[in-house]
């Protein structure tokens, strides 16, 4: 506003890291993404028969969970384990979509280690591993491998 000087206590307001309010709002924020996704994945996990769907959605799910669970230290629980599986059982559908009816279940698998996954990640971690992801897409399609090293730590190339 007009003639109002800017106080550190109206700046502090106006910063994320201060506000408790401002943090509450972004976690809600991310939280409703992740859930949206997951759900989107769900659905055409169960019934789907578009391939190429599923494997964008799930993969999209997938690559997000997994850098959160390495952030974790998670990443050696068998939950990772049956991430690397579900990665590679996208890389098939992505591949050949007639490979879309024996993968299921892996892909079903998969939807369970992120359900039982979930209750252990941060907000933060999910949205730092959305925002990885969305780099990774501004040069290229990402792939098995980049969900290994998500799970590893290693930033993709």
């Given at each position: 506003r007009r003639g109002t000087r800017s106080t550190p206590q109206r700046e502090n307001e106006r910063n994320i890291t201060h506000s408790l309010v401002a943090q509450a709002l972004v976690r809600n924020r991310i939280m409703r993404e992740v859930h949206s996704l997951r759900t989107n994945a769900s659905l055409h996990a169960f019934t789907g028969n578009d391939a190429s769907h599923i494997a964008?959605?799930?993969?999209?799910?997938?690559?997000?969970?997994?850098?959160?669970?390495?952030v974790h230290g998670l990443h050696r629980t068998p939950e990772a384990n049956i991430l690397r599986g579900t990665a590679n059982a996208l890389s098939d559908i992505a591949a050949s979509p007639a490979a879309l009816q024996t993968q299921r279940a892996a892909t079903l698998a998969g939807l369970s280690a992120i359900d039982r996954l979930m209750p252990s990640l941060h907000e933060f971690s999910l949205a730092a591993g959305a925002l990885e992801l969305d780099q990774i897409l501004m040069t290229r399609s990402f792939t098995t491998d980049d969900v290994t090293l998500a799970l590893q730590g290693r930033a993709a190339a």
């Open positions: 964008d959605r799930m993969g999209r799910l997938l690559y997000t969970v997994a850098y959160a669970t390495n």
